[in-house]
């Protein structure tokens, strides 16, 4: 059964904590991506990697980071620095310069 | 500065009715623009792509129309059904990836309600 999955689905975290998202896929795409969305907005881009050990900033970067150490995974690590990063986090992955992205399911970070 | 508009307010239509979503923009010109549908709580879902050079594009009861003069893509649902509800997304491929790949801008999103 292919898709992109992504855990956990809900997720909380104490103030000054490091926190890290899991985003996978079995599609064999290249190009994985990480969103942010609050209430009202739409998806603002934090990262993205188009191949393995490699990737680039989006609009938001600031207080996130990521690797891509294997075709199948893109792990985002909510840092300390990101100053309000209670959010609905989405990922999305797809072939190198295909029109179409495939979302997973979102995880749901709340900041205690 | 760049932007992409879609309607804050939900859109109340009665069922049966044909359902019509706007996507402006300004300061783009895109090769292409898409449309995704996400429900409360999970991830979009695409729809449909439509291209620079294509004034129309359907799928069974969907319909989209990019009028790269006006800068305006309008999306149709037709006969539309209670399992309609949920948020349309456009989202418009501005370049500006390495090596020229795709990376999406997305609107905020309009929230479609179909009333039985």
Redesign the interface.
Same mark, same amino acid.
Request: aromatic letters at 16%; charged letters at 10%; zero cysteines.
């Given at each position: 059964d292919g898709g992109i999955t992504q855990s956990p689905k809900y997720l909380f975290r104490k103030e000054g904590q490091n926190v890290t998202l899991s985003c996978e896929q079995n599609l064999n795409h290249d190009a994985m991506y990480w969103y942010r969305q609050d209430p009202g907005q739409g998806l603002r881009l934090i990262y993205y990697s188009q191949i393995v050990n490699d990737f680039q900033k989006g609009d938001i970067a600031e207080g996130y980071s990521v690797s891509r150490e294997k075709k199948e995974s893109f792990p985002l690590t909510v840092t300390s620095a990101q100053k309000n990063p209670t959010a609905f986090y989405l990922c999305a992955s797809s072939t190198f310069n295909s029109d179409t992205q495939y979302f997973g399911p979102g995880t749901r970070l709340t900041v205690l | 500065s760049q932007k $992409?508009e879609q309607n &804050?307010e939900a859109l109340n239509i009665q069922e049966g009715k044909t359902a019509t979503l706007t996507c402006n923009y300004t300061n783009y010109s895109p090769a !292409?623009l898409?449309w995704y549908r996400q429900d409360p /709580?999970? /991830?979009?879902? @695409?729809l449909l792509?439509i291209r620079e050079n294509e004034k129309e594009k359907r799928k069974e009861r969907l319909k989209v129309t990019f009028d790269t003069t006006l800068k305006q893509s309008l999306f149709h649902i037709t006969a539309s059904q209670p399992a309609d509800s949920a948020t349309y997304?456009c989202a418009l491929?501005i370049g500006g990836? &390495? #090596? /020229? &790949? !795709? $990376?999406?801008? @997305? /609107?905020? #999103?309009t929230s479609l309600i179909v009333h039985p």
């Open positions: - | $992409i &804050s !292409y898409q /709580g999970r /991830g979009p879902v @695409f792509l997304l491929d990836g &390495s #090596g /020229g &790949s !795709y $990376i999406p801008t @997305f /609107g905020r #999103g």
